[in-house]
């Protein structure tokens, strides 16, 4: 039997910047949405530094790393001047995510053959600057064995294509992240899944043991809107821990 791992939730605070950014007042705070997301439960601050700035920006990024005291990841794509940033501020983990200009956002898993060589390289980089190196990824057998050929710390399974799925295409959905998250468990790497996750849909993910990590930003933050931050992280939390036992 699998062994249980305890479940962590990083919690993406982008679109508390998305808002500030559409009014340039200066609020909400970035900081604030940090500090409060951690005493409230949450195990990891989420943050994607875009090519284009549109939602956190440079000097937010320098800021959460003051105040998170553990456990910052960074999203970020192959980009000279974000890696650069990356090494600067040093986020206990980055994780790489393919990126389009155009699309509202991440589309689909990191092209890892295609990038291989770089990949290398860049693991090795960041390994002895101790940050984690995570790689955004389908949730397919043949990248979840490049992604452990490369030395990542571990991969996270887009869950994209589960969170929209309908009727008997979920279970199907469910089975391949399952797969995946068996395959990557038993090569090595650590599991996280995230993008899509709801208050619905990530029941059963929870129960995949080899998952150790959901990320989620957009149906937290939506959710925040009526009950407030704290109180949509604790409910979050509380579905995860049900579920959780019941693998
Ligand atoms: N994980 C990654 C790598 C992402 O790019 C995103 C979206 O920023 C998320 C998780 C969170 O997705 P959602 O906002 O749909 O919960």
Redesign the pocket.
Known sequence: MAKILPLRL?V?I??FATLRNARKEGFPSITQAATMAISAGADMV?C?LREDRRHINDDDLYLLKKVVVKDLDL?MALRDDVIKISLDVKPDKV?I?PERREEV??EGGLDVKKHFDQLKDLIKEYKKEKIETFL?VEPDIEIIELAAKLGADGV?L?T?RY?RAKGKDVIHEYKRIKIAAEKGSESGLLVAA?????YQNSALICTIPQIFEL???????SRALFVGFENAIRQMKDIMMLNRNCS
């Open positions: 990083g993406n982008d679109h989420v994607h999203e994780t995510v956002t991440t955004f996270e887009h994209g969170s995230g993008h899509g996750l709801d990320n989620i930003g957009f149906s937290i933050i």
